[in-house]
């Protein structure tokens, strides 16, 4: 029964953020954060990218923070802003401060950089990328899915249904960034309709900007 359980978890679900949902949720960013791969390996600090990428989002705009789960538990999220100049504002103001409290800067002497010390780098010089385009593009999304929820359909209909929420909203255009490697990503966007904005070289990494119109 058990084995069965793994192989068939049961049909997904999306539902609201609930109390509790976090640290699954950062799980799940750092199960996805090398380009689509498990990045578990990869840093020491097991909370520096859900403390970059997930936890601001659910403090900022909760309702727009939809967890994904199945039988076996939560296994994706899907997370939003409508106004993306608000929330950077905010998340250098409030966020930052917070996520830098019992960090430190790395060592400047030290060689190589692991990728701990590039990120913690970059959360003490942090700078957000404010290009001309992100006037008409102004909400942005993050979303992450498990592998075994993938390719069955479920990020194309949640993206549509988180899309249509912030044309609801009032948003004209949405963003995402995301690395160049994740070419299974990059396919899924470009299905959805989103197409290239920019190739920006950031402080800690390479990011391609997508963009789509919520008009058309």
Sequence with gaps: MGNAGKLN?????????LPGDEMALYD???????????ATGLYEDKNLLGDLYVGPYLHYQPELA?????????????????????FQSWFLDKWLPRIQKGRCFPDHHKQPWTLDDALLASLFEFEFDRPRWLSKY???IHIELLPRIQRKGYGSRWTLELLHALREQGCSGVHLGMHPDNREALRFYHKMGFHLLERAELAWEET?????????
Aim: hydrophobic residues 35%.
């Design 9 to 17: 978890p049961g049909p997904c679900r999306r539902r609201l953020l």
């Design 28 to 38: 799940i960013c750092l199960q996805t954060g090398d380009a689509g791969k498990d």
């Design 66 to 86: 939809w967890v994904i789960e199945d039988d076996l538990g939560i296994c994706g999220y899907l997370l939003g802003v409508t106004n993306t100049l608000n």
């Design 138 to 140: 102004s909400a942005h």
């Design 208 to 216: 391609l900007y997508l963009g789509k119109d919520l008009m058309k």
